[in-house]
């Protein structure tokens, strides 16, 4: 089961988004995420937060409310039941690790943003996508789909990246380390549709522009 979640952060371009929930999928609205939802005409599953930033509660719209003052922010709570709802309503493990898409998770609040990228760390089957980037886990191999010249970056960010291996990028790494606060990473480039990253030791980020 794919699962949608809209945060309350910047979205500009609508059609974009369309492009990627074009086949349906369980819609979640963290708090002012609800906003962008009722911009595009789509009726969420669920609403959930502490609601102290959406222009207005809806009644026929299953909603779970949290306080203002708590642990998580209203993106976490909603990638926590999105997990937690896929584990219930799948047939199988691989139905629950199906990816969870992620919009209005970035903007001008850098501490809002910064959390919600350090989020896929933990929730590995997310990737935030905004008006000009998808942003995915890296922790072990990932495969990702592209087109010829598109940028790739891959940003260490829990230590250093050990072991890295990639196909496919114009910049090959063959078993090398990218340490935490260099930009060796930054500004690869795709040769093909698809490209492969992997290391052996470390988490990162690994960040696909549409545009420069």
Do not use: W
Not at 50 to 72: C, G, L, N
Not at 112 to 133: P, Q, W
Not at 186 to 209: F, H, R
């Amino acid at each position: 089961m794919r699962t949608v979640i809209f945060g309350g952060g910047e979205i500009k371009d609508y059609g974009r988004v369309r492009e990627y929930i074009q086949d349906g999928g369980y819609i979640i609205c963290a708090d002012g995420g609800y906003d962008h939802a009722l911009a595009m005409g789509i009726k969420p599953d669920l609403l959930i937060g502490d609601f102290d930033s959406i222009s207005a509660v809806p009644d026929d719209i299953k909603t779970v409310r949290y306080p203002v003052k708590k642990d998580m922010t209203d993106s976490e709570i909603a990638l926590e039941t999105a997990i937690k709802t896929a584990n219930t309503e799948s047939a199988n493990a691989a139905a629950a690790k199906t990816e969870i898409l992620l919009f209005g998770f970035t903007g001008d609040r850098a501490d809002h943003t910064l959390a919600n990228m350090l989020l896929l760390l933990k929730y590995k089957n997310a990737v935030i996508i905004d008006d000009n980037n998808e942003i995915r886990p890296l922790c072990g191999t990932l495969e990702i789909n592209g087109r010829v010249g598109q940028t790739v970056s891959i940003i260490p960010v829990n230590g250093d990246l050990r072991g890295v291996v990639t196909e496919g990028l114009e910049y090959p790494l063959n078993g090398e380390t990218l340490r935490i606060g260099e930009s060796r990473g930054v500004s690869n480039v795709m040769t093909g549709d698809t490209a492969s990253i992997s290391c052996k030791e470390g988490q990162g980020l690994v960040i696909k522009v549409e545009k420069v």
